[in-house]
Protein backbone atom coordinates (compact mmCIF):
# COMPACT_ATOMS: atom_id res chain seq x y z
CA UNK A 1 0.00 0.00 0.00
CA UNK A 2 1.26 3.69 -1.06
CA UNK A 3 -0.43 6.93 1.02
CA UNK A 4 0.75 10.25 0.48
CA UNK A 5 0.18 13.16 2.69
CA UNK A 6 1.18 17.07 3.01
CA UNK A 7 2.18 19.13 6.28
CA UNK A 8 2.79 22.59 6.40
CA UNK A 9 5.43 24.16 8.67
CA UNK A 10 4.80 25.64 11.79
CA UNK A 11 5.81 28.76 13.44
CA UNK A 12 6.13 29.06 17.12
CA UNK A 13 5.87 32.53 18.77
CA UNK A 14 6.12 31.13 21.90
CA UNK A 15 9.12 28.88 21.41
CA UNK A 16 9.92 25.62 22.07
CA UNK A 17 14.12 25.86 23.41
CA UNK A 18 15.37 22.78 25.61
CA UNK A 19 14.81 19.12 26.10
CA UNK A 20 14.00 17.45 29.39
CA UNK A 21 14.14 14.00 28.12
CA UNK A 22 16.69 13.91 25.14
CA UNK A 23 16.20 10.44 24.32
CA UNK A 24 12.74 11.10 24.19
CA UNK A 25 12.67 14.17 22.53
CA UNK A 26 10.41 15.73 25.16
CA UNK A 27 10.49 19.48 25.31
CA UNK A 28 11.50 21.01 28.60
CA UNK A 29 8.53 24.03 27.54
CA UNK A 30 5.22 23.77 26.05
CA UNK A 31 5.24 26.33 23.09
CA UNK A 32 2.56 28.11 20.66
CA UNK A 33 2.23 28.15 17.33
CA UNK A 34 1.11 29.09 13.78
CA UNK A 35 0.36 26.40 11.17
CA UNK A 36 1.21 28.13 7.98
CA UNK A 37 -0.35 27.25 4.68
CA UNK A 38 1.13 27.88 0.78
CA UNK A 39 4.63 26.20 2.65
CA UNK A 40 4.59 22.29 2.26
CA UNK A 41 6.15 18.56 2.18
CA UNK A 42 4.46 16.16 0.55
CA UNK A 43 5.33 12.72 1.98
CA UNK A 44 4.82 9.38 0.10
CA UNK A 45 5.52 6.00 1.98
CA UNK A 46 5.03 2.61 0.44
CA UNK A 47 6.30 -0.34 2.19
CA UNK A 48 8.07 -2.78 0.60
CA UNK A 49 9.29 -6.26 1.79
CA UNK A 50 11.72 -6.80 -1.37
CA UNK A 51 13.61 -3.68 -0.58
CA UNK A 52 16.69 -4.39 1.17
CA UNK A 53 16.81 -1.14 3.14
CA UNK A 54 14.91 1.88 3.71
CA UNK A 55 15.22 4.26 0.34
CA UNK A 56 14.33 7.91 0.75
CA UNK A 57 14.53 10.71 -2.42
CA UNK A 58 14.13 14.31 -1.60
CA UNK A 59 13.10 16.33 -3.97
CA UNK A 60 14.39 13.79 -6.36
CA UNK A 61 17.66 13.13 -5.30
CA UNK A 62 18.57 10.16 -2.82
CA UNK A 63 19.07 11.84 0.50
CA UNK A 64 21.37 9.48 2.71
CA UNK A 65 22.32 12.16 4.96
CA UNK A 66 18.24 12.38 6.54
CA UNK A 67 17.83 8.88 6.19
CA UNK A 68 18.32 7.57 9.61
CA UNK A 69 16.30 10.01 11.17
CA UNK A 70 13.35 8.95 9.02
CA UNK A 71 14.00 5.32 9.50
CA UNK A 72 13.88 6.12 12.73
CA UNK A 73 11.01 7.92 13.61
CA UNK A 74 8.66 5.25 11.39
CA UNK A 75 10.62 1.66 13.84
CA UNK A 76 9.14 4.58 16.40
CA UNK A 77 5.88 4.64 14.71
CA UNK A 78 5.36 0.95 13.66
CA UNK A 79 7.74 -1.14 15.06
CA UNK A 80 11.26 -1.83 13.84
CA UNK A 81 9.72 -5.80 12.35
CA UNK A 82 8.15 -3.52 9.48
CA UNK A 83 8.83 -3.85 6.25
CA UNK A 84 11.59 -1.60 4.47
CA UNK A 85 9.89 1.74 3.00
CA UNK A 86 10.51 3.74 -0.20
CA UNK A 87 10.17 6.99 0.93
CA UNK A 88 10.01 9.86 -1.47
CA UNK A 89 9.41 13.79 -0.10
CA UNK A 90 9.05 16.74 -1.74
CA UNK A 91 9.57 20.21 -0.39
CA UNK A 92 8.43 23.71 -1.90
CA UNK A 93 11.06 25.88 0.70
CA UNK A 94 14.16 26.03 1.48
CA UNK A 95 15.30 23.10 3.89
CA UNK A 96 17.44 23.62 7.10
CA UNK A 97 17.82 26.88 6.94
CA UNK A 98 15.46 27.87 9.74
CA UNK A 99 11.79 27.93 7.59
CA UNK A 100 10.97 24.44 10.34
CA UNK A 101 10.95 22.54 7.32
CA UNK A 102 11.70 19.13 9.81
CA UNK A 103 8.61 20.21 11.64
CA UNK A 104 6.19 19.77 8.16
CA UNK A 105 8.70 16.53 6.57
CA UNK A 106 8.02 14.62 9.87
CA UNK A 107 4.66 15.73 10.32
CA UNK A 108 3.45 14.46 6.93
CA UNK A 109 5.89 11.36 7.25
CA UNK A 110 4.17 9.83 10.04
CA UNK A 111 0.70 10.51 8.33
CA UNK A 112 1.51 8.81 4.98
CA UNK A 113 3.12 5.85 6.88
CA UNK A 114 1.28 4.90 9.30
CA UNK A 115 -1.48 4.94 6.20
CA UNK A 116 0.64 2.96 4.14
CA UNK A 117 1.18 0.35 6.74
CA UNK A 118 -2.97 -0.14 6.90
CA UNK A 119 -3.12 1.88 10.33
CA UNK A 120 -5.20 4.80 11.25
CA UNK A 121 -3.78 6.14 14.55
CA UNK A 122 -5.10 9.22 16.42
CA UNK A 123 -3.82 12.67 16.09
CA UNK A 124 -2.44 12.69 19.66
CA UNK A 125 -0.56 9.68 18.90
CA UNK A 126 0.64 11.01 14.86
CA UNK A 127 2.11 14.06 16.99
CA UNK A 128 3.98 12.38 19.31
CA UNK A 129 5.53 10.11 16.91
CA UNK A 130 6.09 13.39 15.06
CA UNK A 131 7.87 15.01 17.86
CA UNK A 132 10.09 12.22 18.70
CA UNK A 133 11.57 12.99 15.57
CA UNK A 134 11.70 16.55 16.38
CA UNK A 135 9.96 18.28 18.73
CA UNK A 136 8.01 20.80 16.89
CA UNK A 137 7.02 18.75 14.14
CA UNK A 138 3.85 17.57 16.64
CA UNK A 139 2.48 20.97 16.58
CA UNK A 140 2.10 20.60 12.37
CA UNK A 141 -0.72 17.61 12.52
CA UNK A 142 -2.82 20.27 14.32
CA UNK A 143 -3.89 23.62 12.19
CA UNK A 144 -4.17 27.33 12.51
CA UNK A 145 -3.19 28.28 16.03
CA UNK A 146 -1.81 25.09 18.15
CA UNK A 147 -0.52 24.87 21.71
CA UNK A 148 2.37 22.48 22.53
CA UNK A 149 1.66 21.57 26.55
CA UNK A 150 3.55 19.24 28.51
CA UNK A 151 2.23 16.44 30.73
CA UNK A 152 2.35 13.66 32.92
CA UNK A 153 1.46 10.07 31.77
CA UNK A 154 1.84 7.30 33.78
CA UNK A 155 4.55 8.82 35.96
CA UNK A 156 6.71 9.91 32.98
CA UNK A 157 6.42 13.44 30.72
CA UNK A 158 4.22 13.53 27.91
CA UNK A 159 3.46 16.17 25.83
CA UNK A 160 -0.35 16.66 24.46
CA UNK A 161 -1.20 19.33 21.17
CA UNK A 162 -4.24 21.01 20.23
CA UNK A 163 -5.90 23.51 18.03
CA UNK A 164 -6.60 26.57 20.07
CA UNK A 165 -7.95 28.55 17.49
CA UNK A 166 -8.79 27.10 13.69
CA UNK A 167 -7.12 29.05 10.93
CA UNK A 168 -9.61 31.13 9.56
CA UNK A 169 -10.94 32.28 13.04
CA UNK A 170 -8.37 34.84 13.21
CA UNK A 171 -6.76 35.70 9.76
CA UNK A 172 -3.19 36.18 9.56
CA UNK A 173 -0.84 36.70 6.91
CA UNK A 174 3.34 35.61 7.58
CA UNK A 175 6.07 37.31 5.81
CA UNK A 176 9.31 35.56 5.37
CA UNK A 177 12.24 37.41 4.94
CA UNK A 178 15.17 34.71 3.27
CA UNK A 179 18.12 36.51 4.56
CA UNK A 180 20.54 33.71 3.99
CA UNK A 181 20.29 30.23 1.92
CA UNK A 182 22.05 27.28 2.91
CA UNK A 183 21.92 25.03 6.02
CA UNK A 184 22.46 26.47 9.41
CA UNK A 185 25.76 26.15 11.64
CA UNK A 186 24.40 24.20 14.18
CA UNK A 187 21.52 22.38 14.53
CA UNK A 188 18.47 23.26 16.98
CA UNK A 189 18.71 20.08 18.83
CA UNK A 190 22.71 20.48 19.19
CA UNK A 191 22.09 24.72 20.03
CA UNK A 192 19.59 23.30 22.96
CA UNK A 193 21.77 21.09 24.37
CA UNK A 194 24.44 23.66 24.47
CA UNK A 195 22.49 26.19 26.05
CA UNK A 196 21.18 23.55 28.72
CA UNK A 197 24.58 23.07 29.72
CA UNK A 198 26.13 26.46 29.39
CA UNK A 199 23.31 29.38 29.57
CA UNK A 200 23.78 31.62 32.69
CA UNK A 201 19.77 32.40 31.38
CA UNK A 202 18.46 28.80 30.73
CA UNK A 203 17.11 28.34 34.24
CA UNK A 204 15.49 31.95 33.85
CA UNK A 205 14.02 30.90 30.15
CA UNK A 206 12.29 27.42 31.87
CA UNK A 207 10.73 29.59 34.69
CA UNK A 208 9.05 32.08 32.92
CA UNK A 209 7.70 30.04 30.04
CA UNK A 210 3.97 29.22 31.43
CA UNK A 211 3.86 33.04 32.72
CA UNK A 212 4.49 33.69 28.34
CA UNK A 213 2.68 30.88 27.29
CA UNK A 214 -0.79 32.03 29.42
CA UNK A 215 -0.26 35.26 27.92
CA UNK A 216 -0.27 34.42 24.46
CA UNK A 217 -2.81 32.20 24.99
CA UNK A 218 -4.70 34.73 26.27
CA UNK A 219 -4.24 36.98 23.36
CA UNK A 220 -5.31 34.33 20.62
CA UNK A 221 -8.49 33.87 22.91
CA UNK A 222 -9.25 37.76 23.08
CA UNK A 223 -7.48 38.41 19.55
CA UNK A 224 -5.48 40.66 20.64
CA UNK A 225 -3.09 41.59 18.26
CA UNK A 226 -1.04 43.64 20.01
CA UNK A 227 -0.66 41.62 23.15
CA UNK A 228 -0.07 38.55 21.05
CA UNK A 229 3.13 40.93 19.31
CA UNK A 230 3.98 41.89 22.60
CA UNK A 231 4.56 38.77 24.09
CA UNK A 232 5.51 36.68 20.73
CA UNK A 233 8.70 39.45 20.54
CA UNK A 234 9.81 39.20 24.10
CA UNK A 235 9.95 35.49 24.23
CA UNK A 236 11.90 35.27 20.87
CA UNK A 237 14.34 37.61 22.18
CA UNK A 238 14.75 35.49 25.08
CA UNK A 239 15.22 32.39 23.44
CA UNK A 240 17.73 34.07 21.60
CA UNK A 241 19.52 35.74 24.56
CA UNK A 242 20.01 32.42 26.08
CA UNK A 243 21.68 30.67 22.54
CA UNK A 244 23.61 34.03 22.38
CA UNK A 245 24.59 33.47 26.41
CA UNK A 246 25.63 29.71 25.52
CA UNK A 247 30.00 28.81 25.45
CA UNK A 248 30.27 28.92 22.93
CA UNK A 249 27.49 31.16 21.34
CA UNK A 250 25.07 30.48 18.90
CA UNK A 251 23.95 33.09 17.07
CA UNK A 252 22.28 32.50 14.09
CA UNK A 253 21.54 36.22 13.12
CA UNK A 254 23.37 38.18 9.93
CA UNK A 255 23.05 41.80 9.53
CA UNK A 256 20.05 41.56 7.31
CA UNK A 257 17.96 39.59 10.23
CA UNK A 258 19.00 42.91 12.12
CA UNK A 259 17.92 44.99 9.19
CA UNK A 260 14.56 43.34 9.02
CA UNK A 261 14.03 43.46 12.99
CA UNK A 262 14.68 46.92 12.30
CA UNK A 263 12.11 47.61 9.36
CA UNK A 264 9.51 45.41 11.57
CA UNK A 265 10.19 48.89 14.47
CA UNK A 266 9.69 51.31 11.76
CA UNK A 267 6.20 49.92 10.96
CA UNK A 268 5.17 49.59 14.40
CA UNK A 269 6.53 53.27 14.55
CA UNK A 270 3.91 54.38 12.05
CA UNK A 271 1.16 51.87 14.00
CA UNK A 272 1.78 49.04 11.53
CA UNK A 273 0.43 46.00 13.01
CA UNK A 274 3.27 43.50 12.96
CA UNK A 275 5.73 42.07 14.96
CA UNK A 276 8.89 39.67 14.13
CA UNK A 277 10.04 36.53 15.35
CA UNK A 278 13.27 34.87 14.29
CA UNK A 279 13.80 31.23 14.93
CA UNK A 280 17.55 28.80 15.09
CA UNK A 281 18.11 30.31 11.51
CA UNK A 282 18.78 34.13 10.08
CA UNK A 283 15.61 34.51 8.51
CA UNK A 284 13.21 36.82 9.99
CA UNK A 285 9.19 35.93 10.03
CA UNK A 286 7.10 38.93 10.20
CA UNK A 287 2.76 38.20 11.51
CA UNK A 288 0.64 40.73 10.68
CA UNK A 289 -3.08 41.21 9.43
CA UNK A 290 -4.03 40.17 6.40
CA UNK A 291 -4.75 44.16 4.92
CA UNK A 292 -1.35 45.23 5.49
CA UNK A 293 0.43 42.50 4.57
CA UNK A 294 1.40 44.12 1.13
CA UNK A 295 3.13 46.70 3.00
CA UNK A 296 4.77 44.91 5.00
CA UNK A 297 5.96 42.20 2.49
CA UNK A 298 7.58 45.47 0.27
CA UNK A 299 9.18 46.80 3.17
CA UNK A 300 10.99 43.70 4.11
CA UNK A 301 11.63 42.86 0.13
CA UNK A 302 13.29 46.78 0.06
CA UNK A 303 15.44 45.95 3.20
CA UNK A 304 19.62 45.94 2.94
CA UNK A 305 20.65 41.59 2.28
CA UNK A 306 16.86 40.34 1.70
CA UNK A 307 17.17 38.03 -0.93
CA UNK A 308 13.34 36.51 -1.20
CA UNK A 309 10.12 37.08 0.63
CA UNK A 310 7.54 34.39 0.89
CA UNK A 311 3.63 34.49 1.96
CA UNK A 312 1.80 32.65 3.50
CA UNK A 313 -1.73 32.64 5.25
CA UNK A 314 -2.35 30.18 8.11
CA UNK A 315 -3.26 26.36 7.33
CA UNK A 316 -4.54 23.16 8.10
CA UNK A 317 -2.81 20.55 9.62
CA UNK A 318 -1.07 17.67 8.27
CA UNK A 319 -3.59 15.35 6.10
CA UNK A 320 -3.89 12.42 3.95
CA UNK A 321 -4.14 12.95 -0.13
CA UNK A 322 -4.41 9.64 -1.00
CA UNK A 323 -3.56 6.11 -0.87
CA UNK A 324 -3.12 3.52 -3.75
C1 LIG B 1 13.71 27.57 17.41
O1 LIG B 1 11.90 21.02 16.56
O2 LIG B 1 13.92 21.59 15.16
O3 LIG B 1 12.25 26.48 15.89
O4 LIG B 1 13.30 18.54 18.49
O5 LIG B 1 15.73 18.90 18.22
O6 LIG B 1 14.31 18.51 16.18
P1 LIG B 1 14.39 19.07 17.59
O7 LIG B 1 14.22 20.63 17.46
P2 LIG B 1 13.30 21.49 16.49
O8 LIG B 1 13.44 22.89 17.25
C2 LIG B 1 12.67 24.00 16.96
C3 LIG B 1 13.22 25.17 17.66
C4 LIG B 1 12.63 26.50 17.24
C5 LIG B 1 11.46 26.89 18.13
C6 LIG B 1 10.15 26.20 17.88
O9 LIG B 1 9.84 25.81 16.75
O10 LIG B 1 9.37 26.11 18.85
Known sequence: MRASAVAQPNIALIKYWGKQDVAGNIPAVGSLSITL????????????????????????????????????????????????????SVCNFP?????????????????????????????????????????????????????????????SPAIAVESILQENAWPMQVIVAITATGEKPVSSSDAMKLSAKTSPFYASWLEHQDHDLEIARSAV?????????????????????????????????????????ETVRGLQADGVPVFFTIDAGPQVKAVCLPDIADRVRKALQETDGVIDTMESSLGGGARLLGMS
Not at 39 to 66: H, S
Not at 141 to 154: K, R, T
Request: charged fraction near 20%; include cysteine.
Open 37 to 88: DSLETRMTVEFDDRLGADELQLNGEPAARMLPRVSHCLDNLLGSKRAPAAIE
Open 95 to 155: IAAGLASSASAFAALVVAASRAAGKQPDTLSLARAAGQASGSAARSLYGGFVELQLIEEGG
Open 221 to 261: ADRDFSALAAISEHNCLKMHSVMWASRPPVVYWNKATLACM
